[in-house]
C-alpha cells in the first residue's frame, strides 16, 4: 500500500467533532442557558421561600394557641393536681380538677405573677359559699397553692371539741358510714372512719376522721375576721388548714383563686409521664369527669 493513501478516519473521531454554530445561533444558545438559570434561581427561591412562610404560620398557631390557652386559664379554668391526701375522701392523690376562676371574681392571684396593681377582687360579686371546695393562695406563703373545704363564713365562730366541729356554738352533725382502709405515703395501711357531715345550711360531704382526740380535734374557739374564711381538709386528722394559724389561719377573700368543680383526670401514681405503655392501668377511670361539690340534699 502506497504511503500516500489516505488511512480511514476513525469513527470516533468523527463522533467528537463539535458542530460550527453561527453568531446568530450562539446567542440564541446563550439566551436559552440563561433563561434556564433564571427560571431554576426563581424555584429554589419559591421553595425557599414557601417554606419560610409555612414555619411562620407554623410559629403564628403556636402562639395564637399559647395566648388562647392563657386566657382560659387566666379568665376561666385553671387546672391543678392533687399532691396530698388532705381532701382525702373527697380528692385523692394523683387527681388533676378543673377550678373555675369567675366563681368568686378575680384578685391579684387569679392573675401570672400576681400584679401588685390590682386591689381586692374584679369583675365578680360572688363569694365564697359554705361546703365549696376551693383553691386558694397560702396566706402564710403566697407562692404556694391549697385546696380545702370552706366551712365558716366572716364573722362566725369555729371550734373543734373532742373531733366535732361546732359552728357559732352548735355542733355539726355527722353520720357513720363505715370504715375503711386507707393507703398513706409510704404504703402504711391506716383504718379510716367514713362519715357524712352536714354543714349549717344543709350542704353535705363525706370526710375521714382516724379517731377524736387527734392534735387538732380540741382546740380554742376561733373567730373568722372580717374578708375571710375558715377552711378545713375533709381528711381531719391528716390537714394543715385553718386550724393551724401559724401557717394557714384564716383565708383573705383576696388569696381565693377559684372553686373546684371537676376531676378531669386521675392516676393512681404507678406509672410515669414516659411510662405510656402502664397508663391503662394506672388511670382510674371511676373517676374521669366526677363533679366536685357539696351534696345540698335535704
Excluded: C
Amino acid at each position: 500500500m502506497s504511503d500516500t493513501q489516505k488511512q480511514p478516519r476513525k469513527e470516533s473521531d468523527a463522533a467528537s467533532a463539535e458542530p460550527v454554530l453561527s453568531k446568530e445561533q450562539a446567542q440564541q444558545l446563550a439566551h436559552l442557558k440563561s433563561a434556564q438559570a433564571r427560571r431554576k434561581k426563581a424555584e429554589e427561591e419559591i421553595l425557599e421561600g414557601s417554606k419560610g412562610n409555612e414555619f411562620n404560620e407554623i410559629l403564628r398557631t403556636a402562639m395564637w394557641a399559647v395566648a388562647f390557652a392563657l386566657v382560659i386559664r387566666t379568665l376561666f379554668f385553671e387546672p391543678f393536681n392533687i399532691p396530698s391526701g388532705s381532701m382525702k375522701p373527697t380528692l385523692l392523690i394523683g387527681d388533676y380538677i378543673f377550678v373555675s376562676k369567675p366563681s368568686y371574681g378575680y384578685s391579684r392571684y387569679s392573675f401570672p405573677f400576681s400584679p401588685a396593681f390590682i386591689k381586692g377582687r374584679v369583675w365578680g360579686d360572688k363569694l365564697p359559699q359554705r361546703g365549696d371546695v376551693a383553691v386558694f393562695r397560702l396566706p402564710s406563703n403566697p407562692s404556694i397553692d391549697y385546696i380545702k373545704r370552706v366551712v365558716a363564713l366572716p364573722g362566725e365562730r369555729v371550734q373543734m371539741i373532742e373531733g366535732r366541729l361546732y359552728i357559732n356554738g352548735v355542733r355539726t352533725e355527722r353520720e357513720f358510714i363505715r370504715r375503711e382502709t386507707d393507703i398513706e405515703h409510704g404504703g402504711v395501711h391506716v383504718e379510716m372512719l367514713l362519715y357524712r357531715e352536714t354543714l349549717p345550711g344543709g350542704t353535705t360531704h363525706m370526710i375521714y376522721e382516724e379517731g377524736d382526740n387527734g392534735p387538732l380535734d380540741n382546740t380554742a374557739e376561733f373567730v373568722v375576721p372580717e374578708g375571710h374564711y375558715f377552711a378545713m381538709g375533709d381528711n381531719r386528722d391528716n390537714s394543715q388548714d385553718s386550724r393551724v394559724t401559724t401557717h394557714v389561719g384564716s383565708i383573705p377573700l383576696e388569696n381565693m383563686i377559684g372553686r373546684a368543680t371537676r376531676i378531669f383526670f386521675s392516676t393512681d401514681g404507678t406509672a410515669s409521664l414516659i411510662e405510656f405503655w402502664k397508663w391503662p392501668f394506672s388511670t382510674r377511670f371511676s373517676r374521669l369527669f366526677d363533679k366536685i361539690e357539696a351534696d345540698t340534699t335535704p
